[in-house]
């Protein structure tokens, strides 16, 4: 059963519009949220992350929204631009105690930003 | 680069065989994972380490093992492998094990024939 959902998985956009990547997840104990990117022949690179405190978190171009009582998160990339055509993750995180786990991820959207 | 290596980048290897891969985490970082990704399967997680002691355990297989050692570095050993076993496994490591951002190495490619 997966736990961590992307249900898009590819997303065509062209250059200086917003790039809107989508994750849905199912359990309600997670409380951390990562995006990663992936370009190929290279390891997964954290991207943004907000806690299940917060509903959004800004670094530059990139904003994640939380929705916690859709179980639903996004990221937005504003303006989108070649260089950011890749695979993006999204990750759940779960709290053991204090103690923080692995990663959940979900099957990945490709993006493709078009000059 | 994320300051995260794996050695070797790739493998190939016959049925039956064991192979060791290697991983050295960032410098200062404690806490190291072990994750697997298939073509069908996305990123699954398959152990943890943290300042040598196992941490946590996921979908790995018995014919699997990891270790820690007190340099910090990481193996991951894979024995009696499949055709199944044919995947890109990446180690990342965190500061400790409070920390949820992990960072990933380039992985290493292996490929069972």
């Known amino acids: 059963d997966q736990q961590v959902k992307q249900n898009s998985p590819s997303l065509s956009v062209q250059e200086g519009r917003i790039s809107i990547l989508n994750c849905d997840y199912t359990?309600?104990?997670?409380?951390?949220f990562l995006w990663y990117k992936k370009y190929p022949a290279e390891g997964p690179t954290f991207l943004i992350s907000?806690?299940?405190?917060?509903d959004k978190n800004e670094d530059g171009r990139f904003t994640v929204f939380l929705n916690k009582s859709a179980k639903h998160l996004s990221l937005h990339i504003v303006p989108s631009q070649p260089g950011d055509s890749a695979v993006y993750f999204c990750a759940a995180s779960l709290n053991y105690g204090g103690s923080q786990g692995n990663l959940i991820f979900g099957k990945g959207t490709k993006l493709s930003v078009k000059p | 680069d994320s300051g995260v290596t794996q050695t070797p980048k790739h493998l190939i290897t016959a049925t039956g065989q064991r192979v060791t891969l290697r991983c050295s985490p960032r410098?200062?970082?404690?806490?190291v994972y072990w994750y697997q990704q298939s073509l069908d399967q996305g990123l699954q997680f398959l152990i943890q380490y943290y300042n040598g002691e196992e941490r946590a355990k996921g979908n790995i297989l018995e014919r699997f093992s990891a270790q820690q050692f007190p340099d910090l570095h990481s193996e991951l050993n894979l024995s009696s492998l499949e055709l199944g076993d044919s995947a890109l496994y990446f180690c990342?490591?965190?500061?400790?094990?409070?920390?949820?951002?992990?960072?990933f190495g380039p992985g290493t490619r292996l490929t069972v024939t």
């Open positions: 907000i806690s299940s405190i917060k």
């Open positions: 359990n309600s104990m997670f409380d951390y």
């Open positions: 410098s200062g970082d404690l806490s």
């Open positions: 990342a490591s965190s500061v400790d094990g409070r920390k949820h951002e992990q960072y």
